[in-house]
């Protein structure tokens, strides 16, 4: 690492119907304490077209430079197009760690480009830091029972970071920065694969990963019907429904819905869980959860210890109970 005086993180910028993504706001608030730690800058990467608006929310929102590359081929994630130009704005930036979400773009892009900048990568991570001025980076391992601190003795580190871990800093008017453009230099006949069509699921009510409150269902739920139960709760209680992995797999609940280590993150203030064992590669994904309750017919289960609150019973005659006494209760 060069000298602490010059340190810089980059953050990959990701947007959504042109609005700059929660998990990217995380990840400036991170970058921003991780390069005041050492009087360093944030630089964010920002790919597509029409950035001009959210290169500024970027710098609100903690970055002191937005390097901005616009072509009609960046407006969605194409490794063919994004590895090599990002690889490009990592050596003109010369950064010393690029911190990318733990999503479907960020798991793709973030070990093609460790492989295209001749470094290393940790996926997944819970927590950045900056220590002896090395980046020390946890993340879950063996299923999500432990958790392993790496560092690289190469540069630049490399770091997907799940969501929710982080706050984001709130919007500053007031900062300012610079933005500066750089040419795209696409070469078409690289591109090796198209886009045929893009189909996203149907969104029924708020981003699991925005939600206060979470309804979430496992194994126990014994089919899919048993979610429309927790779904009369979650409406109840102005919330979303979530899932572990196994009705995910099992088809009884839309794959978007799966939290856990190889699911979303998410950090309601409430999250009730009904018929989850409360395995590792789950808790994982809701751990950090300002309250969690257990509903489960194991008094056993593992998920109780996890537990502020606890149900031993049928959720099929426990949450109708429950949503009666809401209702109630809100009037």
Excluded at 277 to 300: F, K, L, Q
Aim: proline letters at 4%; a neutral charge.
């Amino acid at each position: 690492m060069r000298g602490a005086d010059s340190l810089c993180v980059l953050v990959v910028a990701e947007t959504l119907q042109g609005k700059t993504t929660s998990p990217t706001c995380e990840l400036l608030g991170l970058a921003r304490c991780l390069a005041d730690q050492a009087g360093g800058t944030v630089v964010a990467a920002l790919l597509g077209s029409g950035g001009d608006a959210v290169a500024q929310e970027l710098i609100t929102r903690g970055a002191d430079k937005v390097l901005v590359a616009e072509h009609a081929l960046l407006g969605e994630y194409h490794a063919d197009a994004w590895v090599p130009l990002i690889a490009r704005i990592c050596r003109q930036a010369a950064c010393d760690a690029i911190l990318l979400s733990h999503n479907a773009v960020g798991a793709d892009l973030a070990p093609r480009l460790a492989f295209r900048l001749g470094t290393a990568v940790a996926t997944g991570c819970v927590e950045v830091a900056l220590s002896a001025g090395r980046f020390t980076l946890t993340r879950p391992c063996y299923g999500g029972n432990a958790r392993e601190v790496v560092a690289f003795k190469t540069t630049p580190a490399i770091a997907t970071v799940r969501p929710g871990c982080y706050d984001a800093l709130a919007a500053d008017a007031s900062r300012s920065g610079t933005v500066e453009q750089v040419p795209p230099e696409l070469d078409a006949t690289a591109i090796r694969t198209r886009i045929v069509a893009r189909k996203r699921d149907a969104a029924d009510g708020m981003r699991l990963e925005d939600a206060k409150v979470i309804v979430a269902g496992g194994r126990g739920l014994n089919g899919a019907d048993g979610f429309g139960v927790l779904a009369e709760l979650a409406r109840a209680l102005g919330g979303a429904v979530g899932a572990s992995r196994v009705p995910c797999d099992l088809g009884w609940c839309p794959r978007s819905w799966q939290i856990g280590l190889t699911g979303r993150t998410v950090t309601p203030e409430l999250y009730i869980a009904v018929g989850i064992s409360g395995a590792g590669h789950h808790m994982a994904g809701c751990g950090n959860a300002r309250t969690i309750v257990a509903i489960n017919t194991d008094p056993e289960a593992a998920i109780f210890r996890e537990a502020r609150y606890g149900v031993v019973g049928d959720f099929q005659q426990f949450i109708p109970a429950f949503v009666s006494e809401v209702q109630r209760l809100s009037g």
